[in-house]
T-cell receptor, first 112, second 111 residues
Framework: GEDVEQSLFLSVREGDSSVINCTYT??????LYWYKQEPGAGLQLLTY?????DMKQDQRLTVLLNKKDKHLSLRIADTQTGDSAIYFC????????????FGAGTTVTVRA | DAGITQSPRYKITETGRQVTLMCHQT?????MFWYRQDLGHGLRLIYY???????DKGEVPDGYVVSRSKTENFPLTLESATRSQTSVYFC??????????FGPGTRLTVL
């Protein structure tokens, strides 16, 4: 999982926007994913972006992809206390759609 | 309607013992995966399986054995547990090229 890098912690005030950044290494990645893990639970897919897209919006979530810099970001608008969780960036690797490499995860803490 | 389940959810064992973690999915997904989650490392792939009787190594396979005699089950065995295998283990499944669905995890402690 060391091929995908994320900052480890982010603290944000309720109502503000959160931006979580990720860099990856595999230029052949077809899909890039954002997963959310709440305490004591497994990972849930939040959103994903196909490698030929620059941006994807899904309600409060906006994913930006810069293929040239291999940089992926997740913006959460109007962050709520329920958004407190660990967020994992993942890339499909080796041209395979089924094998993923995960980052170490960014712990997002939402403060009142 | 269970989706993907793992058992046990918590396990404490001793060094040198054999431990088997179970994973069961009801979606008939062809792909199944085992990951371990450790602080600072995120998720690392241990083994995966593309179909029944087809398995392959991931990033950190040493000390683990898997089997897949039925599509819905993918047990992970630690043949002789070591302290370094203390971790949270996640099973996942997917259709080819689609998102992976994760189980709730098994927290394993090796004393």
């Amino acid at each position: 999982g060391e091929d995908v890098e994320q900052s480890l912690f982010l603290s944000v005030r309720e109502g503000d926007s959160s931006v979580i950044n990720c860099t990856y290494t595999d230029s052949s990645s077809t899909y890039l994913y954002w997963y959310k893990q709440e305490p004591g639970a497994g990972l849930q897919l939040l959103t994903y972006i196909f490698s030929n897209m620059d941006m994807k919006q899904d309600q409060r979530l906006t994913v930006l992809l810069n293929k040239k810099d291999k940089h992926l970001s997740l913006r959460i608008a109007d962050t709520q206390t329920g958004d407190s969780a660990i967020y994992f960036c993942a890339e499909s690797i080796g041209g395979n759609d089924y094998k993923l490499s995960f980052g170490a995860g960014t712990t997002v803490t939402v403060r009142a | 309607d269970a989706g993907i389940t793992q058992s046990p959810r918590y396990k404490i064992t001793e060094t040198g013992r054999q431990v088997t973690l179970m994973c069961h999915q009801t979606w008939s997904h062809s792909y199944m995966f085992w990951y371990r989650q450790d602080l600072g490392h995120g998720l690392r792939l241990i083994y995966y399986s593309a179909a029944a009787d087809i398995t392959d190594k991931g990033e950190v396979p040493d000390g683990y054995v898997v089997s897949r005699s039925k599509t819905e089950n993918f047990p992970l065995t630690l043949e002789s547990a070591t302290r370094s295998q203390t971790s949270v283990y996640f099973c996942a499944s997917s259709h080819p090229g689609r998102e992976q669905f994760f189980g709730p995890g098994t927290r394993l402690t090796v004393l």
